[in-house]
T-cell receptor, first 111, second 113 residues
């Protein structure tokens, strides 16, 4: 069984640009979660999608947004990038919160 | 709002020493509890989880955790650590009526041979 896959692995952008990160959940999982892991700050909850709908979002500005497609894959978009957006972005999937499986992450560097 | 506290930010041990990492959460309702591990350069992996039943949960690699409801705690233990246990450990909680998984800030464990 394929795990949660994220692309790209690394992404380098300049300030003010937009970044798009992608996540494919485990087959059969309907929920996708996005987390930001910045140095020294642990994992901060960003967004939760289930059945195509945004169910909850963390304490992040609106320039962090995303969507979930009919095949349950998801995209995270970060607009107007700032230097402090540099972090590892992790995606996880689950089925009814009975177990969360994480991807390897996308390392976003903003220069 | 839910929150998770991991009081030990950085723990340094010698091989064969015993380990206990603290985790406390704040939420009055029913919760599911998790410990994840992140080895250097690798992705998060589930160590163990508690949903219900026996409050002493055994996970992979000799780790165990005990859920003490009265103390809102879910401490991680291992009787004898190995150098290969060097990693970052995250405690996480989700309230049963939500799917949102809340993480603690993590504990960095370094084990020296």
């Amino acid at each position: 069984e394929a795990g949660v896959t994220q692309s790209p692995t690394h992404l380098i952008k300049t300030r003010g640009q937009q970044a798009t990160l992608r996540c494919s959940p485990i087959s059969g999982h309907t929920s996708v979660y996005w987390y930001q892991q910045a140095l020294g700050l642990g994992l901060q909850f960003l967004l939760w999608y289930d059945e195509g709908e945004e169910r909850n979002r963390g304490n992040f500005p609106p320039r962090f947004s995303g969507r979930q497609f009919p095949n349950y894959s998801s995209e995270l978009n970060v607009n107007a990038l700032e230097l402090e957006d540099s972090a590892l972005y992790l995606c996880a999937s689950s089925l009814r919160a009975r177990g969360y499986t994480f991807g390897s992450g996308t390392r976003l560097t903003v220069v | 709002a839910q929150s998770v506290s991991q009081h030990n930010h950085h723990v340094i041990l010698s091989e064969a020493a015993s380990l206990e990492l603290g985790c406390n959460y704040s939420y009055g309702g029913t919760v599911n509890l998790f410990w994840y591990v992140q080895y250097p350069g690798q992705h998060l992996q589930l160590l163990l989880k508690y949903f219900s039943g026996d409050p002493l949960v055994k996970g992979i690699k000799g780790f165990e955790a005990e859920f003490i409801k009265s103390k809102f705690s879910f401490n991680l233990r291992k009787p004898s650590v190995q150098w290969s246990d060097t990693a970052e450990y995250f405690c996480a909680v989700n309230a049963v009526n939500t799917d949102k998984l809340i993480f603690g800030t993590g504990t960095r464990l370094q084990v020296f041979p």
